[in-house]
């Protein structure tokens, strides 16, 4: 059986990579969007969740931020954008956008100008515990709890951009960056397969224990 070859990636939080990958700053690899939706661009208001990631702010439920009234004050995202909360990224606070929409001043748009680069591998690598507890210090008012389990927990903490466009990232080849990617949605889509069929079962166990509590009537003689 062939062994990968390795390397020593001297970031702590990468530890060894495959000896082909590339190690290179954030800000080489993808770009900060800019856009303020003045004039306005888009009237569509986007929210970010660790649950849910991005989306429309008129699906929110429960409390948080109210909407700006000011539509100038927001930035714009567009599909296939990385939108990360800069004063929550360490809690998990990232999406992939699917909508061309207008987000909060707090957040960072991050887009691919290069054809060797797809998106979704960094999106799911700036989901990892290890990337987010690389973080830690790089923060201004930092409010942190760590579970039991290792995960962080209720954090305010701004990451300035230049200190994450500063990070160094691993890079492998666009035809790994996509075999890595399929990968990973084959085990989301496992997953899911998985949860609905628990779902399901409970549901109809649900069902079948109430239709057993109910009192069994009499048949008249």
């Known amino acids: 059986m062939l062994t990968r070859e390795m390397k020593d990636s001297g ?5 060894h990579i495959p000896k082909e ?13 800019k856009l303020k939706n003045d004039p306005i661009v888009t009237t569509e208001i986007l929210s970010l ?29 567009y599909p296939g954008d990385i939108v990360i909360n800069s004063m929550n990224i360490l809690a998990g606070a990232v999406g992939l956008s699917k909508y061309e929409g207008a987000v909060s001043p707090v957040y960072y748009t991050l887009y691919a100008d290069s054809n060797n680069i ?11 515990e290890a990337f987010q507890k690389s ?5 201004n ?6 579970s039991s ?26 035809e790994t960056q996509i075999k890595i990617i399929n990968r990973i949605n084959g085990k989301v889509e496992f997953i899911d397969k998985i949860t609905l069929v628990l779902r399901k079962n409970y549901s109809n166990f649900q069902f079948n224990h109430s239709s057993n509590l109910e009192p069994k009537k009499e048949i008249p003689s």
């Open 149 to 174: 389990t290792g995960k962080l927990n209720t954090i305010r903490m701004r990451i300035p951009m230049e200190k994450l466009s500063a990070l160094v990232l691993p890079l492998p080849s666009k």
């Open 135 to 139: 973080l830690l210090g790089l923060g």
């Open 118 to 128: 797809d998106i979704r591998y960094y999106y799911y690598l700036f989901q990892t």
């Open 49 to 77: 969740s660790v649950e849910r990631g991005v989306f429309p702010y008129s699906e929110k439920t429960g409390g948080g931020n109210k909407a700006k009234e000011d539509l100038t004050a927001y930035k714009v995202t």
């Open 21 to 33: 990958w590339d190690l290179k700053r954030m800000k080489y690899i993808l770009k900060e969007r």
């Open 141 to 146: 008012g930092i409010m942190m709890k760590e």
């Open 11 to 15: 970031i702590e939080w990468i530890d």
